[in-house]
């Protein structure tokens, strides 16, 4: 018998920021195992593209997304509830980040980030949690960071915006969870992604992770499928409000330059 505790195949799903990186590692493995999948960006020719790459069985569709704009997001949400009726699970990935130190940001640069990895993700999750609520049912999964944590220099902005999802996640699932939505959040570690690749390709940076992380090397993308699939599966049903961290133990202690 198949077990089905870890099953996704059936479910709608929204990904936000699925164009690539981990967005689409995640609409990947979710349309690996049956799910009907929709993905979402600010690039259609690029969404269109990535929809084909990752289709197994069942098409997988998308939609034109810019999650700093509510407008956007409304129509999204409002076209996947048309042409299926239901959101099992979004998958809130969108994000961006710009590396530099903290006097020096613009006002601009700081908006464009807030806008994006804070307002999106909230908008996004309210626009779906609304439906999800009058369904008595569903599952948002958030992207979370290292930088929750522990926050790194060169980024303070980002780990700020970061930080208000880790809350944003408590919050919704503290008062969506009687209406049997579940809200939780991924937090990875280092993963080069297209948006990294280059920084971590630096010898420098990548002995200095492997260092620091306990089992010694930097995570690939798709290592992040199965903390999602059991978020939104009956495996995670009793499991709301917490931030999972899939960062190879970066985060269980600190490392120092001593032989045991």
């Known amino acids: 018998m198949t077990d089905k505790l870890f099953s ?3 479910q709608v799903v929204l990904a936000v920021g699925a164009s690539r990186g981990i967005g689409r590692a995640l609409a990947a493995g979710f349309a690996a195992r049956g799910a009907k999948v929709v993905i979402a960006g600010r ?23 810019d999650v700093s704009r509510e407008a956007d997001i409304t129509r999204l949400v409002a076209d996947v509830m048309e042409r299926h009726g239901r959101i099992d699970t979004l998958l809130n990935v969108s994000g961006i980040n710009t590396r530099k130190r903290v ?3 613009t006002s601009e640069e700081y ?33 979370d960071s290292l930088n929750t944590f522990s926050p790194l220099k060169g980024v303070t902005p980002y780990a700020m915006s970061k930080g208000a999802i880790s809350m944003m996640t408590r919050g919704m699932a503290t008062e969506w969870g009687p209406h049997g939505v579940r809200v939780n959040a991924i937090a ?18 990548q002995a200095w992770g492997k260092e620091v992380t306990p089992l010694q090397r930097l995570g690939e993308v798709e290592e992040l499928v199965g903390a999602a699939i059991f978020l939104a599966s009956d495996a995670g049903s009793y499991v709301t409000g917490q931030i999972l961290r899939v960062d190879g133990g970066v985060t269980a202690g600190i490392s120092w330059p001593i032989d045991l």
């Open 8 to 10: 996704v195949a059936g």
């Open 43 to 65: 690039e259609p020719a690029v969404l269109e593209t990535v929809a084909k790459e990752i289709t197994k069985d069942i098409p997988v569709e998308f939609g034109a997304c």
């Open 103 to 105: 006097e020096t940001y």
């Open 188 to 205: 990875p570690g280092f993963f080069p992604t297209e948006l990294s690749r280059k920084l971590w390709a630096d010898p420098k940076m």
């Open 111 to 143: 908006d464009r980030i807030i806008n994006t990895n804070q307002r999106g993700l909230f908008l996004s999750s309210q626009a779906v949690g609304r439906h999800m609520i009058a369904a008595k049912r569903g599952s948002i999964v958030n992207i």
